[in-house]
């Protein structure tokens, strides 16, 4: 069974960036589904972050794991940049000795007219618990993309494996039954 981990987990410098400002709905803007789609995932955590420009889509937003997870965003009129990463990762807990110093009082000596405390140190040994992130898989797609004002879009992410990933555009159009199909939007 996959456990998700919200895409705050991965974290530049400490804090996150930014959340995409979306145009309110009666701006001009184009509609952006991003559709995850995940073919062979690690059976491990996943975490996943999405940006357009220097903002990033809201936490919650997507989950991930086999099979497809669709978010709509509005995006103004215009070129983008589109980044895209999904992180399959595991926690490993194994038991390390660690050193440290440790003070003790170790006699007196005389300051002045009075005597003081004497403290020394010495180099201790002991065994602690670790817990480490390891990687199991990774893909980063970047690129731009331009939107038109009242233009619904897919932006698929495919991801197959680590490395291996890819970031396609269809315009979604309507036909005159109701139903739309996908054109490769370039």
């Not at 936490?59 to 997870?69: C, D, K, L, P, W």
């Not at 509005?74 to 440290?100: I, K, L």
């Amino acid at each position: 069974m996959h456990r998700f981990l919200s895409s705050a987990l991965i974290l530049v410098a400490g804090c996150a960036p930014a959340l995409h400002v979306q145009p309110a709905p009666g701006d001009p803007h184009a509609t952006v589904k991003v559709r995850m789609v995940y073919h062979s995932p690690p059976e491990t955590l996943l975490a996943e972050r999405v940006m357009i420009d220097d903002g990033r889509l809201d936490e919650g937003s997507f989950g991930g794991g086999s099979g497809t997870n669709v978010r709509a965003v509005r995006v103004a009129p215009g070129v983008h940049r589109w980044r895209v990463r999904s992180v399959f990762s595991h926690n490993e807990t194994r038991m390390v000795q660690e050193q440290y110093t440790e003070r003790y009082q170790c006699g007196t000596q005389r300051m002045g007219n009075r005597d003081q405390p004497r403290y020394c140190n010495r180099t201790k040994y002991r065994t602690v618990q670790k817990t480490e992130r390891i990687l199991d898989a990774r893909c980063d797609i970047d690129q731009t993309h331009v939107v038109d004002h009242g233009t619904v879009y897919v932006a698929q992410y495919d991801f197959y494996e680590h490395d291996h990933c890819q970031l396609s555009w269809f315009r979604q159009v309507t036909n005159a039954d109701g139903s739309f199909q996908l054109v490769p939007a370039i």
